[in-house]
């Protein structure tokens, strides 16, 4: 009874919240948003909090691929299912595998999107019915023990997308050979600290439609590097398992003002976020988690995690979390096989 309640308590907070930082958005619209939306059940119900926490439940490629060596199971597969808003869906699948005795090889597939989702005009008119983005992204990594407590990451991803206002308006684009570069470092029992450099040298452009235009004026955009930094704590609480995380997460977008004695300088624009969360085994195999990040607010989950000796270990986890600038309610379903 007081696991139901808790739950439903966390649940009605993530329904009944307002975003109070989602008003002029410099990173809205941009391509790729699961850059921005993170993937996974587990770590989506944290807030996306997840630089530095160790699970197997992660997708190790897309938030540390440092990680992927410390892991304590040789081996891990994930997938995750989303429903967005407007009608998009997030599918991902993950694979973690270490190889003795220092390296790990991880790798995800990301899709994001869908492309028939309705366009509405400026007056609430509905403009078309099939508009909308499309995006595919294999994030494939290798990490390196260093010593016992610190490892470290390479990451390159593959992407494709497609922007569509209608089926005579569609662009695509393909980018090869962004790279990430990782760090995972146990300070001490139970604390950890993970760095992961996003989005280095990312060469994805391209001109988008603005829907409604008949592609008379297009936007021009890309992915901006990405800094991200977060310290997990794992410990008990009555005895039973708890963690909290907390990351930081800095967006550098390149600007369009020039300086007339510099035609070689570009403005940055830096975007500031901040993720938290927490975890609570309220039994032996039942988490509930709680986060707040300030892109979309709070978000709350549970799982369900059998032991080694049931069902191969299956882990399963649930996730409720406003999305971006107060768009609606995403709702994502995880499945673990740690062996």
Do not use: C
Request: glycine share 10%.
């Amino acid at each position: 009874m007081k696991t139901t309640t808790i739950l439903a308590i966390l649940m009605l907070l993530v329904i009944n919240s307002v975003n109070l930082f989602a008003a002029d958005d410099p990173l809205a619209g941009r391509p790729f948003p699961e850059t921005r939306l993170g993937v996974g059940a587990g770590a989506k119900a944290m807030g996306s909090a997840q630089t530095a926490y160790l699970s197997p439940s992660n997708v190790i490629a897309y938030w540390n691929g440092a990680m992927g060596v410390m892991l304590p199971e040789k081996r891990a597969i994930t997938a995750s299912y989303s429903f967005l808003a407007l009608g998009r869906r997030e599918g991902v699948i993950s694979f973690t595998s270490r190889i003795p005795p220092r390296g790990a090889l991880s790798a995800a597939v990301v899709y994001h999107g869908d492309g028939s989702v309705p366009i509405y005009d400026s007056d609430g008119e509905l403009e078309y019915t099939d508009g909308g983005i499309t995006s595919t992204s294999l994030y494939l990594g290798f990490s390196y023990l260093i010593t016992r407590k610190l490892s470290m990451g390479l990451a390159t991803v593959i992407r494709s997308v497609t922007v569509s206002a209608a089926e005579e308006e569609e662009v695509a684009a393909w980018e090869v050979g962004s790279l990430f570069y990782s760090i995972y470092y146990q300070i001490r029992p139970g604390l950890s600290a993970g760095l992961n450099l996003r989005e280095i040298s990312s060469t994805s452009r391209f001109e988008a439609p603005t829907y409604g235009s008949q592609l008379n004026t297009v936007i021009s955009d890309g992915v901006p590097l990405n800094l991200r930094a977060g310290l997990a704590w794992v410990t008990k609480i009555s005895n039973r398992s708890a963690a909290f995380t907390l990351d930081g997460d800095w967006y550098f977008i390149p600007g369009t003002i020039k300086k007339e004695d510099n035609p070689d300088w570009n403005s940055v624009e830096t975007v500031t976020e901040i993720h938290g969360g927490a975890e609570y085994f309220v039994k032996p195999n039942f988490p509930v988690r709680i986060g707040y990040s300030t892109n979309q607010g709070p978000s709350a989950g549970f799982g369900l995690h059998f032991p080694k000796t049931q069902y191969r270990g299956i882990k399963l986890d649930y996730a409720m979390n406003r999305e971006l600038n107060g768009a609606g309610l995403s709702h994502s379903f995880s499945w673990t096989l740690p062996f």
